[in-house]
């Protein structure tokens, strides 16, 4: 079955210090690769997707993602964080055999300033 | 302009009551669908439609049937609601079902005392 998972679900930060938050997914066909960010009381933002070509991708604020296909991973990676980052961000999983967008779980991020 | 648009934000309702969802968009997009985020933030998708039929129907019982009456509107009606119904229902739309990314409505957070 199609699934998606994030290894941190709550990340504690202080300010300027580096993100990475994990996700894995397990389907062996082709894959869209997302990373959505809700800030507090909103709704679900794209940060970055990757469709194909350079696995490393770039986002908005400053986030960038690598898609490792070896590893079924796609983690996201920011150098230096600022409180503003402080959100709930989800991994997603679009399979074009499904049809469906899987979400992980989520991960909590919460920056200290 | 509103993308994605869904009314109302806030809903409180008593169980066994049966209640609506509405949902627009205005992206011209093929395919919408509902999520459920529970409270734990966890998203899971419950149904998604394209160009008003139902092509993903997850495990989600009956008492929840949506209705696409034009490819821009999918509405979600729930009946005889549970307390476990509580969460927040997230409406999406994407333009095609591959090498796409979705686009999320601000969601509808339903509390059922």
């Known amino acids: 079955a199609q699934s998606v998972s994030q290894h941190n679900h709550h990340v504690i930060l202080s300010e300027a210090a580096s993100l990475e938050l994990g996700c894995n997914y397990s389907y062996g066909g082709t894959v869209n690769l997302f990373w959505y960010v809700q800030y507090p009381g909103q709704h679900l933002q794209l940060l970055l997707k990757y469709f194909s070509g350079d696995p490393l991708v770039k986002g908005i604020k400053g986030f960038e993602a690598e898609f490792i296909k070896s590893k079924f991973s796609f983690n996201l990676r920011k150098p230096s964080v600022q409180w503003s980052d402080t959100a709930e961000y989800f991994c997603a999983v679009f399979s074009s055999n499904t049809g469906k967008l899987i979400f992980g779980q989520g991960t909590t991020l919460q920056v200290k300033p | 302009d509103t993308a994605v648009s869904q009314t109302p934000k806030y809903l409180v309702t008593q169980m066994g009551n049966d209640k609506s969802i509405k949902c627009e968009q205005n992206?011209?997009?093929?395919?919408m669908y509902w999520y459920k985020q529970d409270s734990k933030k966890f998203l899971k998708i419950m149904f998604s439609?394209?160009?008003?039929?139902?092509?993903i129907n997850e495990t989600v019982p009956n008492r929840f049937s949506p209705k696409s009456p034009d490819k821009a509107h999918l509405n979600l009606h729930i009946n005889s609601l549970e307390l476990g119904d509580s969460a927040v229902y997230f409406c999406a739309s994407s333009q095609e079902r591959e090498n796409t990314e979705a686009f999320f409505g601000q969601g509808t957070r339903l509390t059922v005392v």
């Open positions: 439609y394209n160009n008003k039929e139902l092509i």
């Open positions: 992206l011209g997009h093929d395919t």
